[in-house]
């Protein structure tokens, strides 16, 4: 694999069920991110991690969980899932977490919650 | 915090017509980042600008950071089919609380007419 993956591609979801999506990347970047984006509303930041082990919250954290047990990998978990979180997750890493250093995005997760 | 506004939300031209996206932050920049997005694709870095009123060309994209680090704007000339997608900025700045993060603007969705 080059860049980063993420799975699944999309999933449909009841509500109050757990999900973890899933993101890994082979670039050996140190910082990662999540992001969440609905029409109008652009990209908005969920978690993010600048380095292994350590994790932060962002604008909308409210609902997620992330975890950073590895450089490679970086999952998010809905723990009981509701409607208002059906969007499209992308995940991001960048070499640093450094204001200089660019974002590459995964493919995304369309996530529908009913 | 800081926020980061892009006008305008949406704009159709016809292919040939020239297109502009501003991007206005309510806080003082240290860098702006510019990524596309096609449709049905994830963001994708063009370009960034650091300096006071830098302008940097890619093609006929034409990026430019105002002389206050608040302000930034991407110019299209001609434009092509091949432009279609939304454009987003994200400003590097300080967000409170003694750290900075990179804040992403809702997206200029452009679409051209043939």
């Known amino acids: 694999i080059a860049g980063i993956t993420q799975a699944p591609t999309s999933q449909i979801l009841a509500a109050g069920r757990r999900m973890t999506l899933r993101c890994t990347q082979d670039m050996r970047h140190n910082a990662m991110y999540w992001y969440r984006q609905d029409l109008g509303l652009g990209l908005r930041l969920i978690h993010y991690?600048?380095?292994?082990?350590?994790?932060g919250k962002g604008e909308v954290p409210d609902g997620y969980s992330v975890s950073r047990a590895n450089t490679d990998d970086f999952p998010l978990t809905l723990a009981s899932a509701v409607p208002s979180q059906t969007s499209v997750y992308f995940c991001?890493?960048?070499?640093?977490?450094?204001?200089?250093?660019?974002?590459?995005f995964g493919p995304g997760t369309r996530l529908t919650v009913l | 915090g800081q926020q980061v506004m892009q006008i305008p939300q949406y704009q159709h031209v016809q292919e040939g017509e020239d297109f502009t996206t501003y991007c206005n932050s309510s806080t003082t920049l240290s860098n702006i980042q510019w990524y596309k997005q096609r449709p049905g694709g994830h963001p994708v870095f063009l370009i960034q600008l650091v300096k006071s009123g830098e302008v940097k060309k890619q093609k006929r994209l034409t990026f430019q950071f105002g002389e206050a680090k608040k302000n930034s704007s991407l110019h299209i000339t001609a434009t092509q089919t091949t432009d279609v997608g939304t454009y987003f900025c994200a400003g590097w700045g300080y967000s409170g609380a003694g750290s900075y993060q990179l804040t992403f603007g809702k997206g200029t969705k452009l679409s051209v007419i043939p």
């Open positions: 991001a890493s960048s070499e640093s977490s450094g204001g200089s250093n660019e974002q590459f």
């Open positions: 991690s600048n380095t292994a082990g350590t994790t």
